[in-house]
């Protein structure tokens, strides 16, 4: 069964300490992984799209890598406007043509000045 | 250039009524899918249509039903509601099947009483 799970659940960190939330998978045939931010009620975010092991992509303070059982968004120097609740999702190769995101549970984050 | 809208934005029934929730995806977008999220834990699956069809099911009773309308926007319907159907709500378009650019709207929040 096609599965995500993220950790820590929470994270507490002071502004500027750096560190890495981590995302396993296992699915049939990973089509993409996705890494999005949540802030308390609304919408995921988009942040990155990972389509195959070895791959990194980055933004701002935020880098994700992907390996063939999982994915770590690493926040560097986090600021307090980086909390909120970080989502993973893969899309497994089957499944792409239905749309269907598995989501973790998500990680969130608390950056305290 | 308008993102994915969700109405209404709040919503609060009583357990046995039914409920529509509506979705216009972005410009252009002919997927839209449909995610529940309850309190704590990620999105869950419901649908995803395309070109009006329905491509994809998650593991969500009957009570369950959406459509999508020749301009792309979609409905969700749950009928019966139970106290468990409180959530938000939440759709995504995206501009086809295997594209992977899932853009999400801000939710409708659901309390069944």
């Known amino acids: 069964e096609d599965q995500v799970t993220q950790s820590p659940e929470a994270l507490r960190l002071q502004e500027g300490e750096s560190s890495s939330l981590n995302c396993s998978y296992t699915?049939?045939?990973?089509?993409?992984l996705f890494w999005y931010r949540q802030d308390p009620g609304k919408g995921p975010e988009f942040l990155f799209t990972?389509?195959?092991a070895g791959e990194e992509k980055e933004k701002e303070r935020l880098k994700a890598t992907l390996t063939k059982k999982e994915s770590f968004l690493h926040i560097t120097a986090p600021k307090p406007e980086d909390s909120a609740t970080y989502l993973c999702?893969?899309?497994?190769?089957?499944?792409?043509?239905?749309?269907?995101?598995?989501f973790g549970q998500g990680t969130t984050l608390q950056v305290k000045p | 250039d308008a993102g994915v809208t969700q109405s209404p934005t709040h919503l609060i029934k009583t357990r046995g009524q039914q409920v529509t929730l509506r979705c216009s995806p972005i410009s252009g977008h002919k997927s839209v899918s449909w995610y529940q999220q309850v309190l704590g834990q990620g999105p869950q699956f419901i649908f995803q249509y395309y070109e009006k069809e329905e491509r994809g099911r998650g593991n969500f009773p009957d009570r369950f039903s959406a459509r999508q309308f020749p301009n792309y926007s979609s409905e969700l319907n749950v009928n019966a509601l139970l106290l468990g159907d409180s959530a938000l709500y939440l759709c995504a378009s995206s501009g086809g099947t295997g594209d992977y650019g899932y853009t999400f709207g801000s939710g409708t929040r659901l309390t069944v009483v």
């Open positions: 990972l389509y195959s």
């Open positions: 699915v049939s045939g990973l089509r993409g």
């Open positions: 999702a893969v899309q497994a190769g089957g499944s792409s043509n239905t749309g269907k995101l598995i």
